[in-house]
């Protein structure tokens, strides 16, 4: 079953198409840690972006090779494309900007990503 969010402002909205999940990663890198992200992957073709792709931009650090994807208006950073262990095109989705989501009863598993 499809779920959907936005940025805070609600310029840009998306959906995903999957299930939502029961567990979510909690990465310790610089980024994650001062945006308090609790992530979840998908195939990058899972996401649809529903609205707001024009005030979508992109940042990059360290090794460049996520593209944190955030609202211009708001600031907000609902996803994020990278690539799989294997290759595979994957999204991240920053699962508190997902009004269905239960963050209290998600399983949080912690990701050393400070050591990456």
């Keep these: 079953m499809a779920y959907s969010g936005s940025c805070h402002c609600g310029a ?5 198409d999957a299930d939502l999940p029961s567990e979510a990663m909690s990465c310790n890198c610089s980024h994650c840690r001062r945006k ?3 992530l979840t992957f998908v195939p ?8 707001g792709e024009d ?4 940042y ?3 090794k460049h090779k996520i593209a944190h994807r955030f609202c211009t208006t708001c600031g907000c950073q609902p996803f994020a494309g990278a ?4 290759g595979t095109p994957m999204a991240a989705i920053n699962l ?3 009004p269905e989501a239960d963050l209290g009863k ?9 050591s990456f």
């Design 96 to 98: 508190r900007c997902v």
């Design 106 to 114: 998600l399983a949080i598993r912690p990701v050393d990503g400070a």
């Design 83 to 86: 690539q799989g262990p294997d």
């Design 60 to 62: 990059r650090f360290y």
């Design 55 to 58: 005030a979508l931009r992109e």
């Design 12 to 16: 840009v909205s998306f959906t995903v």
């Design 36 to 38: 308090g992200f609790l």
């Design 44 to 51: 990058e073709d899972a996401l649809g972006i529903s609205s």
